[in-house]
């Protein structure tokens, strides 16, 4: 029922910058923590990027300073701002978010079929 659908993605050069979106539809109660991760082939899924439902952040320490994270919580969107951008940030990356929506009255976690993000010259 519950479906997250990302934005964004695409080809920047080093040290540009993207921003990517997630919206979250569905019969939605609730959000509570909405974040960002990224895949590599070869490489288990990391979090970039978390948020609270009251706006504190988490960061992880290879995007601290680089990346910033936000959302609406009236619109149900995330967003990751991604600046100074490195080949080593290419990846796919995934919304995720911690949801209570009906039929389901308790918390339920889902996932973005993702969006790729290409830095390369």
């Known amino acids: 029922q519950v479906q997250l659908v990302e934005s964004g993605g695409g080809l920047v050069q080093p040290g540009g910058s993207l921003r990517l979106s997630c919206a979250a539809s569905?019969?939605?109660?609730?959000?509570?923590?909405m974040g960002w991760y990224r895949q590599t082939p070869g490489k288990e899924r990391e979090l970039v990027a978390s948020?609270?439902?009251?706006?504190?952040?988490n960061y992880a320490d290879s995007v601290k300073d680089r990346f910033t994270i936000s959302r609406d919580n009236a619109k149900n969107t995330v967003s990751l701002q991604m600046n100074s951008l490195k080949p080593e940030d290419t990846a796919v990356y995934y919304c995720?978010?911690?949801?209570?929506?009906?039929?389901?009255?308790?918390?339920?976690?889902?996932w973005g079929k993702g969006t790729l993000v290409t830095v390369s010259l």
């Open positions: 995720n978010a911690d949801v209570i929506a009906r039929p389901f009255y308790y918390a339920k976690s889902y």
């Open positions: 569905g019969s939605i109660v609730s959000i509570n923590n």
């Open positions: 948020i609270s439902h009251g706006g504190n952040t």
